[in-house]
């Protein structure tokens, strides 16, 4: 079971942390990634993690997005920095068994979602 936390609305600039709280047999097994999907587009992959520790993350992303877990292995997190208006958008936490690979059809267990909402 994947729930995520931590949405809510930002002004352009701002910073987001959104969560993920997930077993640890998922994370010490599984690639987790975060992915969003805004109104009227497609879902699309923004960051993941595999069980050793490596990250990817979509080019729109980089240097602004971090994806990490605490020490446990129980949370994951979306930290988002320097947000813009178009990082508006409904965010999921997803796992898959083995190895990552960010694109939505890969993964197979998914979130609720959580909203995030940058103003200009």
């Known amino acids: 079971q994947l729930v995520e936390s931590g949405g809510g609305s930002v002004q352009a600039g701002g910073s987001l942390r959104l969560s993920c709280a997930a077993s640890v047999y998922i994370r010490t097994k599984y690639c987790m990634g975060w992915f969003r999907q805004a109104p009227g587009k497609e879902r699309e992959g923004v960051a993941a993690?595999?069980?050793?520790?490596?990250?990817s993350y979509a080019d729109s992303v980089k240097g602004r997005f971090t994806i990490s877990e605490d020490n446990a292995k129980t949370t994951l997190y979306l930290i988002m920095d320097s947000l813009k208006p178009d990082d508006s958008a409904m965010y999921y936490c997803a796992a898959v068994a083995g190895n990552c690979e960010l694109t939505t059809s890969h993964f197979t267990y998914w979130g609720q979602g959580t909203q995030v909402t940058v103003s200009s």
């Open positions: 993690i595999n069980f050793s520790g490596t990250t």
